[in-house]
């Protein structure tokens, strides 16, 4: 079982920034597929980026050029960092691991962009 730690949440006037990172327990973190998904009130769940384990991304079309998805295997860690954030952009950020049938996720943790 992988556990995860996530971090650098909370609240943040619109255009400004935030980095979330996800720690993951356990030495097979250099293996997984890292994703970040959030989810907003009353809607589903949504990927919004993602880095393989040879280091390549993708991203959502709405976080293109604003977010940068990143990992640091020395430190088990992803991150996710998050510039010009918008008021859509409000909503509990979830880490992700998946590595053949494996999948797991962290616990949440909440973005808000507000004035």
């Known amino acids: 079982q992988v556990q995860f730690v996530e971090s650098g949440g909370g609240l943040v006037q619109p255009g400004g920034s935030l980095r979330l990172s996800c720690a993951a327990s356990g030495s097979r973190f250099s293996l997984y597929d890292m994703e970040w998904y959030r989810q907003a009130p009353g809607k589903q769940r949504e990927l919004v980026a993602g880095?393989?384990?040879?280091?390549?991304?993708n991203y959502a079309d709405s976080v293109k050029g604003r977010f940068t998805i990143s990992r640091d295997n020395a430190k088990n860690t992803v991150y996710l960092r998050m510039n010009s954030l918008k008021p859509d952009d409000t909503a509990v950020y979830y880490c992700?691991?998946?590595?053949?049938?494996?999948?797991?996720w962290g616990q949440g943790i909440q973005v808000t962009v507000s004035s």
């Open positions: 992700h691991a998946a590595f053949r049938a494996f999948r797991s």
């Open positions: 880095i393989t384990d040879s280091g390549s991304t």
